[in-house]
Each structure stands twice: as C-alpha cells, then as structure tokens.
C-alpha cells in the first residue's frame, strides 16, 4: 500500500458508514420512532413543539433523507471502485465529497420539508 491508498481507505469507510447511518436516521423517521432528543432530528421551534408535530416532520422528511443517505453511500461504492481498479487517486476523494455535498443538500431539502409539515400543525 502507498502513502495515499490508506487516507483513501478512511474516505471511502467514512462515506459508507456515514450513509448507512443517514439511511438509518431516515427509517427511524419515517416509522416515527425517533423520539425528540438532544443529538439528531430537524431541530426548530414547530418540530420541537409537541411530540406529534416533531414525528410528522420527520415522517415527511424521511425520502430526503434517504436520498442523500443513498447518494453518499453510492459515492463511496464509486470511489471504492477507483480505488480497485487503481483510477487517478485524486478521483477517489472527488467522489467522496461529492457524495458528503450530495447528502448534504438531500439533508437541507429535509429539513425545509419537515419544517413546513410542523408548522401546519
């Protein structure tokens, strides 16, 4: 191994074990059993004002957040495969970013949705 596969190695683990803890967060919302709590969660004044209005945000906001949790995971599968087939290293933390700025902005879109359900309520 040289000096750039290991840090790539890290990316690549980094970016799937972050999506398949997304795609977790996202199925605990959409069954409803993520309960309020200090750590995860859209965290605003209309989701935070009762028990129902924070469970039907996250109800709503769940396929977001799967979609980004899928795309980070995708990006890893990719850059895992770059690194197989010894692609240019620079592609493999390329990919990876992408994939964190994907599931970012999978993760934002979530929050504005949840945020909108909570407010009806």
Request: hydrophobic share 55%.
């Amino acid at each position: 191994m040289d000096s750039q596969t290991v840090p790539a190695l890290l990316g690549i683990l980094g970016a799937g074990l972050a999506g398949v803890l997304v795609l977790w967060l996202a199925s605990a919302c959409r069954r409803g059993t993520l309960k309020r709590n200090p750590l995860l969660g859209v965290r605003t004044p209309s989701t935070l004002r009762s028990d129902e209005a924070w469970i039907a945000a996250h109800r709503a906001g769940a396929p977001q957040l799967a979609i980004g949790g899928w795309g980070l995971m995708a990006a890893g599968a990719v850059a895992a495969v770059f690194l197989i087939v010894g692609r240019p290293v620079p592609g493999i933390p390329l990919t990876v970013v992408l994939g964190f700025v994907w599931m970012l902005g999978w993760l934002i879109a979530s929050g504005f949705v949840a945020g909108r359900v909570a407010r009806r309520i």
